[in-house]
């Protein structure tokens, strides 16, 4: 287990630097060098109350599974990762840190989005995409190259057996507040709710340029 200052929503990517040396440890225990580059699997929960570093931290008790490339490691165990979120767990029970974070999860299942769910978040990709082009184009950019990264990001062939409404989520709230929500909500209305509830919260900085 990870945890951090941030929420790892499903579909969105994570870069990480491994430096303590439990987590170093983690690495050597559960690397998968088969691939290449190797890759390692392991949970993220949102650090409530404390540090990321240390431990003594208060956590989650939902978080996602990321599945992560070793991007580079070096001969003392310092690595990098780049990581992505999967399938959101709720934890079952911590077991002690040693030599690292550990837990037993269960892993949670999705409902399907309704036809009114998907309709909905188009009608917030409309206002996101707006939103956007209204900032670029007052920076003096063009914004089309944007909006198509979005769109490629949204295809990523590696996400898309995800909830639309999760991959949407993973390139629009950035807030760990606001993730965290996402992840602890089981219906696909409800988390349209929360999603909304952020747009309108980036919409009204933008009204006072604060986007």
């Keep these: 287990m ?3 200052g941030t929420a790892l929503v499903p ?10 040396p439990r987590y170093r440890q ?15 699997r392991f949970g993220v929960v949102l650090i409530e109350r404390g540090s990321e570093v240390g431990g003594g931290e208060t ?3 939902v978080g996602t599974m990321a599945h992560a490339e070793i991007t580079g490691r070096r001969p003392d165990g310092r690595a990098s990762l780049s ?11 911590w077991l002690p840190d040693d030599p690292y974070p550990q837990a037993r999860i269960t892993v949670l299942s999705e409902q399907e989005p309704s036809r009114a769910d998907l309709a909905r978040l188009a ?3 409309e206002r996101l995409n707006t939103l956007t082009r209204q ?4 920076a003096g950019e063009d914004p089309e190259p944007i909006i198509a990264a979005l769109a490629i990001i949204d295809a990523d062939p590696r996400v898309a057996d995800l909830s639309p409404i999760h991959r949407w989520a993973a390139r629009a709230v950035a807030q760990p507040h606001d993730q965290q929500r996402i ?4 219906r696909p209305s409800d988390q349209i709710e929360i999603l909304d509830d952020v747009m309108q919260g980036l919409e009204a900085r933008a009204v006072f340029g604060r986007f």
């Design 11 to 20: 579909g969105a990517e994570l870069p990480l630097r491994i430096f303590e």
């Design 123 to 125: 009608t917030l990709d």
């Design 59 to 61: 956590r989650s008790e």
């Design 2 to 4: 990870f945890p951090l």
């Design 83 to 93: 990581a992505i979120g999967r399938r959101r767990f709720r934890v079952v029970e």
């Design 183 to 186: 992840l602890g909500s089981e």
């Design 135 to 138: 900032r670029l184009t007052a």
């Design 26 to 40: 983690m690495l050597d225990d559960h690397v998968d060098e088969s691939t290449d580059p190797p890759t390692v």
